[in-house]
């Protein structure tokens, strides 16, 4: 056996996404409120990074870094640095990777995000332990009740057997404390209908606690009668009114059609998720990252995007000059520079994100205008490849550009993505997204006459008169996305 050493030259390629690269690829997906949180950090971190509010000018002239985020770029340079990024890294900025590691001592800009996140609400077993706490029930009923409210699911109802929640504490509760616990838990919390287990459970406890005036309301006797059959009909005629067989109901309940529609009007005011209503789900509110406005007079859509809240950034002149004045220690000098190159590179991915996404933003215009004039039965099928193409730009450039953004429009507040959609031929030539194609559903469906409500065949008829031909099974597909009913339980009774 011999060992030997030797050397050889070898050629290769791989894929590497460089930092700057990854800055660019993060700051284009972000959406305007995600962006100025993550300005508000690198102004915090980056010493080098400095920022004035927009309007403000400091000077009259400005170097390249600094031209402010919300003015709308259109020189040539501008868009030619853009056409060179995606030729030099088109393909890296759509591939999978792994991301470089941070030098030690370096901030992680997301792990500032979460720790000046607010802290997390009370969940919904969290806000009934305190008043299940406060409750008046036997001390023997206090543990059992415990774990039945913690078995609870989020719409408050419990969906898993008594014996499951005893084994879960690995309790020997009997089943008669068991029940004892779930209607002391039922009877002691509100909103009513908590720790049903099931719909029509929930609903009966509803109308138990509005005829007892639980809440300390006073029914007036129209709406008491109306309960009354209401608890008649949930609790023997229950799958005849899930599955609207009315006239079934009036015949074996002995009940007038008119006061079973009454207790149905009266169910309607109930709730189906009682559970929901003690949580807060915390729905941030949309911010706009494009705002398009009608412009009459030359009668065209403009874009417009709405930066008009972020700072106006700049490279600081003293901290670049200290990067290059050799009089400052090294270690000094690496240390500043290190912050110009990320305050330029983060000025850079910004401007990069702005032309991007405005130039989407126009495209999207331009080839859904029909929407915009119309309305949502106008939306035509349209791929990111094709303004891909058009704007010069990768699917993926694309795909990040629209990822979470809204758009502002004379028609409310929309999704970019949602533009963005297949879709069938339609006799025009000009084509149906599949947006559209819902929409229309839905307009037949408003329009039909409830006393004989048309079959799904029927819907697909109407939408061929319009152009657009879709199987009956693809009108169950759109019909069951929108949460319309069958034609049998969409019929009106009396």
């Known amino acids: 056996m011999r ?16 930092p700057r690269l990854i800055q660019s ?41 600094e031209r402010p985020i919300g003015e709308r ?23 999978e990777g792994p991301r470089p590691r941070r030098g030690d001592g370096e901030r992680d800009a997301k792990m500032d995000a979460m720790a000046n996140a607010p802290s997390r609400g009370e969940n919904l077993a969290e806000r009934l332990m305190h008043d299940w706490r406060l409750a008046d029930v036997a001390p023997e009923l206090r543990e059992p009740g415990d774990a039945i409210i913690e078995s609870l699911d989020a719409d ?10 005893r084994s879960s504490r690995g309790a020997q509760w009997p089943d008669e404390l068991m029940e004892r616990a779930l209607r002391a838990v039922q009877v002691s919390l509100d909103p009513p209908g908590i720790a049903a287990r099931d719909v029509r459970e929930s609903l009966l406890l509803q109308v138990d606690a509005a005829l007892a005036e639980r809440d300390g309301v006073e029914l007036p006797a129209p709406l008491r009668a109306a309960f009354d059959d209401a608890r008649v009909i949930l609790a023997g005629h229950w799958m005849d009114f899930l599955e609207n067989r009315l006239p ?3 015949q074996r309940a002995h009940l007038p059609m008119a006061r079973i529609l009454a207790a149905r009007d009266a169910l309607r005011r109930l709730r189906l998720s009682p559970g929901r209503d003690l949580v807060d789900e915390g729905a941030q509110p949309i911010v706009p990252d494009v705002v398009v406005e009608y412009d009459a007079d030359r009668d065209r859509y403009v874009a417009a995007l709405a930066d008009g809240s972020l700072p106006v950034l700049r490279v600081s002149p003293d901290y670049e000059r200290m990067a290059r004045d050799r009089s400052v220690d090294e270690k000094t000098r ?3 520079g290190a912050n110009v190159r990320s305050a330029e590179w983060l000025i850079e991915a910004i401007h990069h994100r702005k032309n991007t996404l405005l130039r989407v933003a126009e495209q999207v215009i331009a080839r859904q205008r029909p929407w915009f004039d119309e309305g949502p039965e106008a939306l035509r099928r349209l791929e990111m490849s094709e303004v891909a193409e058009a704007v010069g730009v990768s699917v993926g450039t694309v795909s990040r550009a629209v990822s979470g ?10 999704e970019l993505r949602r533009f963005f959609s297949g879709g069938v031929e339609t006799e025009d030539g000009q084509g149906a997204s599949w947006e559209a194609v819902r929409q229309m559903v839905k307009d037949v469906v408003e329009a039909e006459d409830r006393s004989a409500p048309l079959s799904d065949e029927a819907i697909a008829g109407r939408l061929k008169e319009r152009g657009v031909t879709i199987a009956r099974r693809t009108v169950v597909k759109y019909r069951e996305q929108l949460g319309i009913p069958s034609a049998r339980h969409r019929k009106s009774h009396g």
């Open 248 to 250: 079934r109901i009036e």
């Open 334 to 336: 690496e240390f500043v």
């Open 405 to 414: 953004k809204w758009m502002q429009t004379p028609r409310g507040m929309v």
């Open 156 to 165: 408050g109802l419990l969906d898993v057997p008594l014996a499951e929640v």
């Open 73 to 95: 770029d259109e020189t040539a340079e501008g868009f030619e640095r853009l056409g060179e990024m995606e030729r030099a890294y088109g393909e890296l900025m759509d591939a």
């Open 25 to 65: 690829m993060e700051v284009l997906q972000m959406p305007a409120a995600a962006l100025q949180e993550r300005i508000a950090q690198e102004l915090e971190r980056n010493v080098a990074l400095e920022a004035r509010e927009p309007g403000f000018e400091l000077d009259l002239v400005r170097p390249e870094h």
């Open 3 to 18: 060992f030997e050493h030797s050397q050889r030259l070898a050629t290769g390629q791989q894929m590497r996404m460089v």
